[in-house]
Protein backbone atom coordinates (compact mmCIF):
# COMPACT_ATOMS: atom_id res chain seq x y z
CA UNK A 1 0.00 0.00 0.00
CA UNK A 2 1.87 2.99 -1.25
CA UNK A 3 2.05 5.82 1.23
CA UNK A 4 0.07 9.32 0.37
CA UNK A 5 -2.84 10.16 -1.73
CA UNK A 6 -2.45 7.34 -3.91
CA UNK A 7 -5.63 5.43 -4.00
CA UNK A 8 -7.07 9.40 -3.96
CA UNK A 9 -5.64 10.10 -7.06
CA UNK A 10 -6.57 7.31 -8.77
CA UNK A 11 -10.23 8.17 -7.39
CA UNK A 12 -10.05 11.56 -8.74
CA UNK A 13 -8.58 10.51 -12.14
CA UNK A 14 -11.84 8.29 -12.51
CA UNK A 15 -14.02 10.81 -11.59
CA UNK A 16 -12.41 12.99 -14.15
CA UNK A 17 -12.82 10.22 -16.82
CA UNK A 18 -17.10 9.91 -15.65
CA UNK A 19 -17.12 13.72 -16.01
CA UNK A 20 -15.89 13.73 -19.30
CA UNK A 21 -18.08 10.50 -20.13
CA UNK A 22 -20.78 12.92 -19.39
CA UNK A 23 -19.54 15.83 -21.77
CA UNK A 24 -19.43 12.98 -24.67
CA UNK A 25 -22.76 11.60 -23.86
CA UNK A 26 -23.72 14.97 -23.90
CA UNK A 27 -22.13 15.73 -27.49
CA UNK A 28 -23.35 12.18 -29.19
CA UNK A 29 -26.74 13.12 -28.14
CA UNK A 30 -26.62 16.48 -29.21
CA UNK A 31 -25.23 15.10 -32.65
CA UNK A 32 -28.33 12.63 -32.55
CA UNK A 33 -30.94 15.13 -32.12
CA UNK A 34 -29.04 17.26 -35.31
CA UNK A 35 -29.40 14.48 -37.25
CA UNK A 36 -33.07 13.30 -36.37
CA UNK A 37 -34.18 16.88 -36.99
CA UNK A 38 -31.40 19.45 -38.80
CA UNK A 39 -33.07 22.44 -37.47
CA UNK A 40 -32.84 21.56 -34.04
CA UNK A 41 -29.76 21.79 -31.41
CA UNK A 42 -26.10 22.67 -32.85
CA UNK A 43 -23.91 20.47 -35.22
CA UNK A 44 -20.97 18.80 -33.36
CA UNK A 45 -18.07 18.11 -35.47
CA UNK A 46 -15.22 15.86 -35.10
CA UNK A 47 -12.96 18.16 -34.83
CA UNK A 48 -14.51 19.50 -31.51
CA UNK A 49 -14.66 15.68 -30.21
CA UNK A 50 -10.80 15.51 -30.86
CA UNK A 51 -10.46 18.93 -28.92
CA UNK A 52 -12.50 17.10 -26.12
CA UNK A 53 -10.68 13.95 -25.84
CA UNK A 54 -7.59 16.45 -25.67
CA UNK A 55 -8.83 18.39 -22.99
CA UNK A 56 -9.63 15.37 -21.06
CA UNK A 57 -5.93 13.52 -21.70
CA UNK A 58 -4.03 16.97 -20.86
CA UNK A 59 -6.20 17.15 -17.67
CA UNK A 60 -5.58 13.48 -16.21
CA UNK A 61 -2.07 13.25 -17.32
CA UNK A 62 -1.29 17.00 -15.82
CA UNK A 63 -2.99 15.31 -12.54
CA UNK A 64 -1.19 12.46 -12.11
CA UNK A 65 2.23 13.48 -12.79
CA UNK A 66 1.84 16.55 -10.65
CA UNK A 67 0.57 14.19 -7.98
CA UNK A 68 3.23 11.64 -8.11
CA UNK A 69 5.69 14.21 -8.48
CA UNK A 70 4.79 16.19 -5.51
CA UNK A 71 3.88 13.13 -3.39
CA UNK A 72 8.07 12.31 -4.27
CA UNK A 73 9.40 15.90 -3.39
CA UNK A 74 7.19 16.55 -0.15
CA UNK A 75 5.67 19.42 -1.89
CA UNK A 76 2.22 20.49 -1.06
CA UNK A 77 0.49 18.01 -3.09
CA UNK A 78 -3.14 18.82 -2.14
CA UNK A 79 -3.01 22.45 -2.64
CA UNK A 80 -1.45 21.89 -6.56
CA UNK A 81 -3.83 18.50 -6.98
CA UNK A 82 -6.79 20.45 -5.98
CA UNK A 83 -5.96 23.65 -8.24
CA UNK A 84 -5.54 20.99 -11.38
CA UNK A 85 -8.55 19.53 -10.47
CA UNK A 86 -10.38 22.63 -10.00
CA UNK A 87 -9.50 23.79 -13.44
CA UNK A 88 -9.88 21.01 -15.18
CA UNK A 89 -13.49 20.55 -13.40
CA UNK A 90 -14.03 24.23 -14.74
CA UNK A 91 -12.93 23.33 -18.32
CA UNK A 92 -15.26 20.66 -18.53
CA UNK A 93 -18.52 21.77 -16.97
CA UNK A 94 -18.42 24.94 -19.56
CA UNK A 95 -17.67 22.54 -22.51
CA UNK A 96 -20.77 20.24 -20.79
CA UNK A 97 -22.63 23.66 -20.76
CA UNK A 98 -22.25 24.63 -24.29
CA UNK A 99 -20.93 21.94 -26.16
CA UNK A 100 -19.61 21.99 -29.29
CA UNK A 101 -18.23 25.62 -28.54
CA UNK A 102 -14.36 25.75 -29.10
CA UNK A 103 -13.17 28.37 -27.14
CA UNK A 104 -14.50 27.24 -23.63
CA UNK A 105 -12.39 23.49 -24.48
CA UNK A 106 -9.76 25.60 -25.38
CA UNK A 107 -10.15 27.96 -22.38
CA UNK A 108 -9.81 24.84 -20.17
CA UNK A 109 -6.72 23.50 -21.88
CA UNK A 110 -4.87 27.29 -21.42
CA UNK A 111 -5.77 26.98 -17.76
CA UNK A 112 -4.22 23.97 -17.18
CA UNK A 113 -1.08 24.92 -18.84
CA UNK A 114 -0.77 27.59 -16.72
CA UNK A 115 -1.94 25.97 -13.93
CA UNK A 116 1.11 22.94 -14.79
CA UNK A 117 3.57 25.58 -15.54
CA UNK A 118 3.40 27.20 -12.62
CA UNK A 119 3.88 23.98 -10.37
CA UNK A 120 6.93 23.49 -12.66
CA UNK A 121 8.29 26.66 -11.98
CA UNK A 122 7.64 26.26 -8.01
CA UNK A 123 8.89 23.21 -7.74
CA UNK A 124 12.30 23.52 -10.28
CA UNK A 125 13.07 26.74 -7.84
CA UNK A 126 12.65 24.41 -4.35
CA UNK A 127 15.18 21.82 -6.09
CA UNK A 128 18.90 21.15 -7.03
CA UNK A 129 19.80 21.73 -10.70
CA UNK A 130 20.02 18.14 -11.17
CA UNK A 131 16.42 17.54 -10.40
CA UNK A 132 14.74 20.35 -12.28
CA UNK A 133 12.54 18.79 -15.36
CA UNK A 134 11.36 20.68 -18.75
CA UNK A 135 14.68 22.47 -18.98
CA UNK A 136 17.26 21.93 -21.95
CA UNK A 137 19.40 19.78 -19.65
CA UNK A 138 15.90 17.47 -19.00
CA UNK A 139 14.86 17.08 -22.65
CA UNK A 140 18.67 16.07 -23.76
CA UNK A 141 18.60 13.47 -21.13
CA UNK A 142 14.81 12.37 -22.28
CA UNK A 143 16.32 12.06 -25.76
CA UNK A 144 19.18 9.80 -24.89
CA UNK A 145 17.04 7.66 -22.49
CA UNK A 146 14.82 7.49 -25.98
CA UNK A 147 17.59 6.83 -28.03
CA UNK A 148 18.45 4.10 -25.76
CA UNK A 149 15.35 2.26 -25.18
CA UNK A 150 15.27 1.90 -28.88
CA UNK A 151 18.44 1.14 -29.86
CA UNK A 152 18.61 4.60 -31.98
CA UNK A 153 21.75 6.29 -32.37
CA UNK A 154 22.71 9.29 -34.70
CA UNK A 155 24.71 7.04 -36.85
CA UNK A 156 22.58 8.16 -39.91
CA UNK A 157 23.86 11.65 -39.57
CA UNK A 158 27.43 11.00 -38.60
CA UNK A 159 27.93 8.35 -41.34
CA UNK A 160 26.55 11.12 -43.73
CA UNK A 161 28.57 13.60 -42.46
CA UNK A 162 31.38 11.07 -42.41
CA UNK A 163 31.25 10.92 -46.00
CA UNK A 164 31.50 14.51 -46.64
CA UNK A 165 33.85 14.59 -44.34
CA UNK A 166 35.88 13.98 -40.91
CA UNK A 167 33.74 14.92 -38.08
CA UNK A 168 35.05 17.30 -35.57
CA UNK A 169 36.19 15.10 -31.86
CA UNK A 170 34.46 16.99 -29.17
CA UNK A 171 35.94 14.39 -26.51
CA UNK A 172 38.00 15.77 -23.83
CA UNK A 173 39.25 12.18 -22.69
CA UNK A 174 43.22 10.52 -23.57
CA UNK A 175 43.49 7.42 -24.65
CA UNK A 176 46.72 5.88 -24.56
CA UNK A 177 48.81 3.06 -25.04
CA UNK A 178 51.29 1.65 -22.36
CA UNK A 179 54.54 3.59 -24.23
CA UNK A 180 52.16 6.97 -23.20
CA UNK A 181 51.47 7.25 -27.65
CA UNK A 182 48.04 8.31 -27.86
CA UNK A 183 45.26 6.36 -30.02
CA UNK A 184 45.03 9.51 -32.65
CA UNK A 185 49.25 8.68 -32.95
CA UNK A 186 48.96 5.14 -33.30
CA UNK A 187 45.77 5.15 -35.93
CA UNK A 188 47.38 8.28 -38.04
CA UNK A 189 47.61 8.63 -41.72
CA UNK A 190 44.88 5.74 -42.03
CA UNK A 191 41.73 5.94 -44.28
CA UNK A 192 39.01 8.11 -43.40
CA UNK A 193 36.26 5.13 -41.78
CA UNK A 194 39.64 4.91 -39.08
CA UNK A 195 39.23 8.13 -38.00
CA UNK A 196 36.00 8.10 -37.80
CA UNK A 197 36.12 5.03 -35.31
CA UNK A 198 39.28 6.84 -33.36
CA UNK A 199 36.32 9.26 -32.57
CA UNK A 200 33.84 7.02 -31.84
CA UNK A 201 35.81 4.94 -29.46
CA UNK A 202 36.93 8.19 -27.29
CA UNK A 203 33.46 9.15 -27.29
CA UNK A 204 32.50 5.54 -26.25
CA UNK A 205 34.74 5.55 -23.39
CA UNK A 206 33.77 9.10 -22.34
CA UNK A 207 30.22 8.20 -22.31
CA UNK A 208 31.21 4.87 -20.18
CA UNK A 209 33.58 6.58 -17.36
CA UNK A 210 30.76 9.57 -17.12
CA UNK A 211 28.19 6.68 -16.39
CA UNK A 212 29.90 5.22 -13.49
CA UNK A 213 30.08 2.52 -15.52
CA UNK A 214 32.92 -0.70 -14.14
CA UNK A 215 32.48 -2.15 -18.26
CA UNK A 216 32.40 -1.81 -21.41
CA UNK A 217 30.48 -4.87 -23.57
CA UNK A 218 31.10 -4.30 -27.20
CA UNK A 219 29.47 -7.56 -28.83
CA UNK A 220 28.83 -8.16 -32.82
CA UNK A 221 25.75 -9.09 -33.94
CA UNK A 222 24.57 -9.83 -37.61
CA UNK A 223 24.36 -6.04 -38.59
CA UNK A 224 25.56 -3.91 -35.49
CA UNK A 225 28.12 -3.65 -32.85
CA UNK A 226 26.14 -3.69 -29.53
CA UNK A 227 27.43 -1.29 -26.96
CA UNK A 228 26.49 -1.90 -23.26
CA UNK A 229 27.81 -0.47 -19.82
CA UNK A 230 27.60 -2.23 -16.69
CA UNK A 231 26.82 0.14 -13.93
CA UNK A 232 25.79 -0.61 -10.20
CA UNK A 233 26.42 -4.03 -10.95
CA UNK A 234 23.58 -4.07 -14.37
CA UNK A 235 24.27 -4.27 -17.85
CA UNK A 236 22.41 -1.63 -19.86
CA UNK A 237 22.03 -1.25 -23.59
CA UNK A 238 23.29 1.96 -24.45
CA UNK A 239 23.22 2.96 -28.82
CA UNK A 240 24.78 0.25 -31.01
CA UNK A 241 27.12 1.09 -33.69
CA UNK A 242 26.60 0.03 -37.34
CA UNK A 243 28.79 -2.85 -38.89
CA UNK A 244 31.00 -0.94 -41.21
CA UNK A 245 32.56 1.44 -37.86
CA UNK A 246 32.11 -1.48 -35.52
CA UNK A 247 35.12 -3.57 -37.04
CA UNK A 248 37.42 -0.41 -37.08
CA UNK A 249 36.12 0.34 -33.91
CA UNK A 250 37.32 -2.91 -31.95
CA UNK A 251 40.71 -2.46 -34.15
CA UNK A 252 41.44 0.66 -32.58
CA UNK A 253 41.47 -0.54 -29.37
CA UNK A 254 43.09 -3.73 -30.00
CA UNK A 255 46.20 -1.52 -31.37
CA UNK A 256 45.84 0.86 -27.94
CA UNK A 257 45.80 -2.38 -26.78
CA UNK A 258 48.80 -3.93 -28.04
CA UNK A 259 47.48 -6.59 -29.33
CA UNK A 260 47.76 -8.75 -32.59
CA UNK A 261 44.90 -7.06 -35.26
CA UNK A 262 45.08 -10.44 -37.20
CA UNK A 263 44.63 -12.82 -34.53
CA UNK A 264 40.58 -13.41 -34.07
CA UNK A 265 40.24 -16.92 -33.77
CA UNK A 266 42.09 -16.75 -29.63
CA UNK A 267 41.09 -14.88 -27.06
CA UNK A 268 43.53 -12.39 -25.82
CA UNK A 269 44.34 -10.08 -23.32
CA UNK A 270 45.48 -5.87 -23.16
CA UNK A 271 45.36 -2.92 -21.44
CA UNK A 272 45.78 0.79 -21.78
CA UNK A 273 45.70 3.97 -19.99
CA UNK A 274 43.48 7.14 -20.13
CA UNK A 275 43.36 10.56 -19.20
CA UNK A 276 40.02 12.56 -18.07
CA UNK A 277 39.14 15.67 -16.33
CA UNK A 278 42.74 15.36 -14.19
CA UNK A 279 41.67 12.06 -13.35
CA UNK A 280 44.05 8.96 -14.76
CA UNK A 281 42.17 5.81 -15.39
CA UNK A 282 43.28 2.28 -16.60
CA UNK A 283 41.49 -0.19 -18.76
CA UNK A 284 41.93 -3.77 -19.41
CA UNK A 285 40.89 -5.66 -22.42
CA UNK A 286 39.96 -8.96 -23.24
CA UNK A 287 38.45 -10.32 -26.62
CA UNK A 288 37.05 -13.87 -27.25
CA UNK A 289 36.08 -15.11 -30.55
CA UNK A 290 32.14 -15.53 -31.44
CA UNK A 291 29.71 -16.47 -34.36
CA UNK A 292 29.59 -13.08 -35.73
CA UNK A 293 33.04 -11.48 -34.81
CA UNK A 294 35.25 -10.95 -31.76
CA UNK A 295 33.61 -9.56 -28.52
CA UNK A 296 35.61 -7.14 -26.19
CA UNK A 297 34.81 -6.21 -22.82
CA UNK A 298 36.73 -3.43 -21.19
CA UNK A 299 37.01 -3.06 -17.09
CA UNK A 300 37.58 0.72 -16.19
CA UNK A 301 39.34 1.00 -13.35
CA UNK A 302 40.12 4.69 -11.71
CA UNK A 303 43.37 4.93 -10.54
CA UNK A 304 42.89 7.70 -8.57
CA UNK A 305 39.74 6.73 -7.08
CA UNK A 306 41.50 5.95 -3.43
CA UNK A 307 40.61 3.41 -1.39
CA UNK A 308 37.13 2.80 0.84
CA UNK A 309 37.72 2.58 4.01
CA UNK A 310 36.08 0.08 6.35
CA UNK A 311 33.50 2.10 7.92
CA UNK A 312 32.48 2.92 4.21
CA UNK A 313 31.71 -0.16 2.69
CA UNK A 314 28.69 -0.43 4.25
CA UNK A 315 29.30 -3.21 7.36
CA UNK A 316 26.61 -2.27 10.34
CA UNK A 317 28.94 -1.99 13.64
CA UNK A 318 29.04 -5.57 15.04
CA UNK A 319 30.82 -6.52 12.10
CA UNK A 320 32.94 -3.97 11.82
CA UNK A 321 33.93 -3.97 15.28
CA UNK A 322 34.48 -8.14 14.97
CA UNK A 323 36.63 -7.31 11.50
CA UNK A 324 38.33 -4.43 12.93
CA UNK A 325 39.40 -7.06 16.24
CA UNK A 326 40.37 -9.79 13.64
CA UNK A 327 42.34 -7.98 11.20
CA UNK A 328 45.02 -7.40 13.85
CA UNK A 329 45.70 -10.51 14.77
CA UNK A 330 49.72 -11.78 14.55
CA UNK A 331 48.52 -14.91 12.93
CA UNK A 332 45.52 -16.84 11.36
CA UNK A 333 43.53 -16.35 7.95
CA UNK A 334 40.21 -14.15 7.09
CA UNK A 335 38.56 -15.54 4.02
CA UNK A 336 36.65 -13.24 2.11
CA UNK A 337 33.84 -15.08 0.22
CA UNK A 338 31.30 -14.50 -2.71
CA UNK A 339 30.59 -14.46 -6.46
CA UNK A 340 32.51 -12.57 -8.95
CA UNK A 341 32.15 -8.46 -8.78
CA UNK A 342 30.66 -8.71 -5.51
CA UNK A 343 33.69 -6.29 -4.27
CA UNK A 344 35.73 -8.92 -2.08
CA UNK A 345 39.29 -6.88 -3.39
CA UNK A 346 37.73 -3.90 -2.41
CA UNK A 347 36.85 -4.61 0.77
CA UNK A 348 40.40 -6.76 1.17
CA UNK A 349 42.21 -3.24 0.10
CA UNK A 350 40.09 -1.47 2.80
CA UNK A 351 41.28 -4.21 5.50
CA UNK A 352 44.86 -3.68 4.56
CA UNK A 353 44.31 0.03 4.86
CA UNK A 354 43.76 -0.22 8.50
CA UNK A 355 47.53 -1.95 8.90
CA UNK A 356 50.05 -0.01 9.94
CA UNK A 357 52.44 -0.48 6.90
CA UNK A 358 55.26 1.29 8.71
CA UNK A 359 55.43 -1.34 11.22
CA UNK A 360 54.47 -4.70 9.61
CA UNK A 361 56.07 -5.99 6.01
CA UNK A 362 52.95 -6.38 4.06
CA UNK A 363 53.02 -8.35 0.63
CA UNK A 364 50.50 -9.18 -1.61
CA UNK A 365 50.02 -11.68 -4.50
CA UNK A 366 47.57 -10.00 -7.12
CA UNK A 367 45.70 -11.11 -10.81
CA UNK A 368 46.33 -8.16 -11.69
CA UNK A 369 46.87 -5.43 -9.10
CA UNK A 370 44.04 -2.99 -9.19
CA UNK A 371 45.49 -0.42 -6.72
CA UNK A 372 48.47 0.73 -5.62
CA UNK A 373 49.45 0.71 -2.20
CA UNK A 374 51.90 3.02 -0.18
CA UNK A 375 54.94 1.52 1.36
CA UNK A 376 53.28 -2.47 0.74
CA UNK A 377 55.02 -4.77 -1.75
CA UNK A 378 52.76 -6.13 -4.50
CA UNK A 379 53.44 -9.04 -6.80
CA UNK A 380 51.48 -9.75 -10.32
CA UNK A 381 50.77 -13.24 -10.71
CA UNK A 382 52.22 -13.72 -14.32
CA UNK A 383 51.63 -17.52 -15.21
CA UNK A 384 53.14 -17.57 -18.48
CA UNK A 385 55.90 -16.78 -16.98
CA UNK A 386 55.71 -19.41 -14.13
CA UNK A 387 54.51 -16.99 -11.77
CA UNK A 388 51.49 -18.49 -9.88
CA UNK A 389 49.84 -18.10 -6.54
CA UNK A 390 51.03 -20.58 -5.11
CA UNK A 391 54.67 -19.90 -6.14
CA UNK A 392 54.64 -16.20 -5.35
CA UNK A 393 53.45 -17.46 -1.97
CA UNK A 394 55.98 -19.30 -1.27
CA UNK A 395 58.59 -17.36 -2.41
CA UNK A 396 57.09 -14.30 -0.27
CA UNK A 397 57.27 -16.44 3.05
CA UNK A 398 61.20 -15.97 2.58
CA UNK A 399 61.10 -12.29 2.80
CA UNK A 400 59.99 -11.59 6.16
CA UNK A 401 56.37 -10.90 5.59
CA UNK A 402 53.98 -9.87 8.81
CA UNK A 403 50.48 -10.23 6.80
CA UNK A 404 50.35 -11.73 3.58
CA UNK A 405 47.67 -10.43 0.32
CA UNK A 406 46.28 -13.64 -1.73
CA UNK A 407 44.07 -12.33 -4.58
CA UNK A 408 42.44 -15.71 -4.89
CA UNK A 409 42.68 -19.10 -3.70
CA UNK A 410 41.91 -21.06 -6.48
CA UNK A 411 43.29 -24.79 -6.62
CA UNK A 412 44.48 -27.23 -3.82
CA UNK A 413 48.44 -26.11 -3.43
CA UNK A 414 47.67 -22.12 -3.30
CA UNK A 415 45.16 -23.73 0.09
CA UNK A 416 47.75 -25.50 1.28
CA UNK A 417 50.48 -23.22 1.41
CA UNK A 418 48.31 -20.25 2.46
CA UNK A 419 47.03 -22.36 5.76
CA UNK A 420 50.44 -23.55 6.48
CA UNK A 421 51.52 -19.50 6.52
CA UNK A 422 48.55 -18.60 8.48
CA UNK A 423 50.43 -21.41 11.01
CA UNK A 424 53.56 -19.97 11.41
CA UNK A 425 53.17 -16.48 12.34
CA UNK A 426 51.76 -14.82 9.32
CA UNK A 427 48.21 -13.52 8.91
CA UNK A 428 46.44 -14.00 5.18
CA UNK A 429 43.77 -12.20 3.78
CA UNK A 430 42.34 -14.29 0.58
CA UNK A 431 39.28 -14.90 -1.56
CA UNK A 432 37.36 -17.52 -2.35
CA UNK A 433 34.60 -18.53 -4.40
CA UNK A 434 31.79 -19.97 -2.23
CA UNK A 435 28.34 -18.91 -2.02
CA UNK A 436 28.33 -17.83 2.02
CA UNK A 437 30.60 -18.09 4.44
CA UNK A 438 29.74 -21.25 5.93
CA UNK A 439 30.28 -22.93 2.59
CA UNK A 440 33.64 -21.35 2.24
CA UNK A 441 34.90 -24.40 5.14
CA UNK A 442 33.68 -27.02 2.54
CA UNK A 443 34.98 -25.23 -0.35
CA UNK A 444 38.76 -25.62 1.11
CA UNK A 445 37.34 -29.49 1.87
CA UNK A 446 36.69 -29.74 -1.60
CA UNK A 447 39.98 -28.12 -2.15
CA UNK A 448 41.67 -31.12 -0.45
CA UNK A 449 42.71 -28.77 2.71
CA UNK A 450 42.49 -31.38 5.61
CA UNK A 451 40.20 -30.64 8.09
CA UNK A 452 42.47 -30.09 11.09
CA UNK A 453 44.32 -27.52 8.69
CA UNK A 454 41.04 -25.66 8.12
CA UNK A 455 40.65 -26.22 11.86
CA UNK A 456 44.12 -24.80 13.10
CA UNK A 457 44.40 -21.82 10.26
CA UNK A 458 41.36 -20.19 9.50
CA UNK A 459 40.25 -17.30 11.96
CA UNK A 460 37.05 -15.83 9.96
CA UNK A 461 35.33 -16.10 7.42
CA UNK A 462 32.88 -13.31 5.43
CA UNK A 463 30.96 -13.52 2.63
CA UNK A 464 29.59 -10.25 0.99
CA UNK A 465 26.89 -8.89 -1.82
CA UNK A 466 26.60 -5.76 -3.49
CA UNK A 467 23.40 -4.00 -3.76
CA UNK A 468 22.41 -0.74 -5.55
CA UNK A 469 22.34 1.98 -3.03
CA UNK A 470 18.46 3.85 -4.01
CA UNK A 471 18.72 7.44 -5.42
CA UNK A 472 18.10 10.06 -2.73
CA UNK A 473 16.63 12.30 -5.13
CA UNK A 474 13.79 10.33 -6.16
CA UNK A 475 13.07 7.31 -3.65
CA UNK A 476 9.46 7.27 -2.35
CA UNK A 477 8.22 5.57 1.33
CA UNK A 478 5.67 3.35 1.40
CA UNK A 479 3.60 1.55 4.26
CA UNK A 480 4.17 -2.59 4.06
CA UNK A 481 1.28 -5.09 4.39
CA UNK A 482 0.65 -6.56 7.71
CA UNK A 483 0.96 -10.06 6.18
CA UNK A 484 4.22 -9.10 4.34
CA UNK A 485 5.55 -7.76 7.87
CA UNK A 486 4.86 -11.32 8.73
CA UNK A 487 6.38 -13.48 5.99
CA UNK A 488 9.59 -11.18 6.76
CA UNK A 489 10.12 -11.77 10.36
CA UNK A 490 8.71 -8.77 12.08
CA UNK A 491 5.49 -8.14 13.68
CA UNK A 492 2.48 -7.78 11.51
CA UNK A 493 1.56 -4.30 13.91
CA UNK A 494 4.63 -2.55 13.59
CA UNK A 495 4.69 1.09 12.20
CA UNK A 496 7.13 0.88 9.42
CA UNK A 497 7.84 2.53 6.16
CA UNK A 498 10.34 0.97 3.68
CA UNK A 499 11.58 2.39 0.20
CA UNK A 500 10.92 1.61 -3.52
CA UNK A 501 12.80 2.84 -6.18
CA UNK A 502 11.44 5.74 -8.93
CA UNK A 503 13.75 7.32 -11.50
CA UNK A 504 15.20 10.69 -12.08
CA UNK A 505 17.21 12.56 -13.85
CA UNK A 506 20.09 12.34 -11.49
CA UNK A 507 20.04 8.26 -11.66
CA UNK A 508 19.80 8.21 -14.85
CA UNK A 509 16.45 7.00 -14.37
CA UNK A 510 17.31 3.66 -12.46
CA UNK A 511 16.45 4.42 -9.31
CA UNK A 512 19.37 3.87 -7.82
CA UNK A 513 22.57 5.73 -7.47
CA UNK A 514 26.28 3.66 -5.91
CA UNK A 515 26.26 0.53 -4.10
CA UNK A 516 26.95 -1.04 -0.76
CA UNK A 517 27.51 -4.22 0.84
CA UNK A 518 25.72 -6.97 2.58
CA UNK A 519 27.87 -9.03 5.01
CA UNK A 520 27.82 -12.16 6.61
CA UNK A 521 30.30 -13.07 8.86
CA UNK A 522 31.60 -16.05 10.92
CA UNK A 523 34.13 -16.17 13.67
CA UNK A 524 35.55 -20.00 13.79
CA UNK A 525 35.72 -20.37 17.78
CA UNK A 526 36.61 -23.06 19.62
CA UNK A 527 33.39 -25.27 19.06
CA UNK A 528 32.91 -24.90 15.67
CA UNK A 529 37.22 -26.16 15.24
CA UNK A 530 35.78 -29.18 17.40
CA UNK A 531 33.08 -29.89 14.63
CA UNK A 532 35.27 -29.29 12.09
CA UNK A 533 37.65 -31.96 12.46
CA UNK A 534 34.23 -34.45 12.82
CA UNK A 535 33.30 -34.58 8.98
CA UNK A 536 30.14 -32.02 10.38
CA UNK A 537 26.97 -31.20 8.28
CA UNK A 538 26.57 -27.70 6.96
CA UNK A 539 23.35 -27.65 9.27
CA UNK A 540 25.67 -28.43 12.24
CA UNK A 541 28.35 -25.44 11.93
CA UNK A 542 25.60 -23.27 11.12
CA UNK A 543 23.81 -24.32 14.23
CA UNK A 544 26.78 -23.50 16.45
CA UNK A 545 27.69 -20.52 14.47
CA UNK A 546 24.37 -19.14 15.36
CA UNK A 547 24.93 -19.30 18.76
CA UNK A 548 27.56 -16.78 18.85
CA UNK A 549 25.62 -14.29 17.13
CA UNK A 550 25.71 -15.68 13.08
CA UNK A 551 23.46 -13.32 10.97
CA UNK A 552 22.82 -14.35 7.72
CA UNK A 553 23.43 -12.15 4.33
CA UNK A 554 19.56 -11.61 3.88
CA UNK A 555 18.94 -10.31 8.04
CA UNK A 556 22.34 -8.14 6.81
CA UNK A 557 19.99 -6.88 3.88
CA UNK A 558 16.88 -6.31 5.30
CA UNK A 559 18.52 -3.66 8.28
CA UNK A 560 19.47 -2.07 5.45
CA UNK A 561 16.30 -2.13 3.66
CA UNK A 562 14.52 -0.81 6.61
CA UNK A 563 16.95 2.08 7.35
CA UNK A 564 16.06 3.07 3.52
CA UNK A 565 19.44 2.32 2.16
CA UNK A 566 18.61 0.14 -0.32
CA UNK A 567 15.05 -1.46 -1.76
CA UNK A 568 13.89 -4.89 -0.63
CA UNK A 569 13.12 -5.78 -4.89
CA UNK A 570 17.02 -5.27 -4.99
CA UNK A 571 18.11 -7.61 -1.49
CA UNK A 572 15.91 -10.09 -3.33
CA UNK A 573 17.79 -9.82 -6.54
CA UNK A 574 21.32 -10.08 -4.94
CA UNK A 575 20.50 -12.46 -1.82
CA UNK A 576 18.03 -15.20 -3.75
Known amino acids: ?105 LLGIIGLGMVFSLYVIKRNLSVGEEQRVFTLKHFHYLLRVFQARFHLRKSAGAMAQTKAGPREDTTTIQLLRKDGASLERLTEGRTESASEAVISVKELVESAVVSRATDIHLEPKENELQARFRIDGILHNVPSYPTELGQPMLSSIKVLSDMDIAEKRKPQDGSFMGKFNNRTLDFRVATAPTVHGETMVIRVL ?36 GPTGSGKTTTLYAMLSEIDSFQKNIITIEDPIEYRLDNVSQ ?46 GHFVFTTLHANDSITSLFRLLDLGVEAYFIASSLTASLSQRLVRVLCPACKVAYVPE ?8 LPPDRQIELYKSVGCEACQGTGYQGRIGVYEMVEINDPI ?33 IKGITSLKELVRVTR
Open 379 to 424: TPVNVKGGVTFASALRSSLRQDPDVIMVGEIRDAETARVACQAAMT
Open 482 to 489: PDFLKQIG
Open 302 to 337: DRDAGLLRLEKLGMLQDHLKVVRRVIQYPHGMLAVC
Open 1 to 105: MVKGPGSGRALALMACALLWMGCLGAGIAQAQETVADPGAGRYMSGFWLFVLILQLIIWMGAYDWVGRDSEKLGTAQPFWCGIIMATGAAGAILSLLRPGFLFFS
Open 529 to 561: RELLRTNPSLQAITAEAKKAGFRKLQDDGLAKV
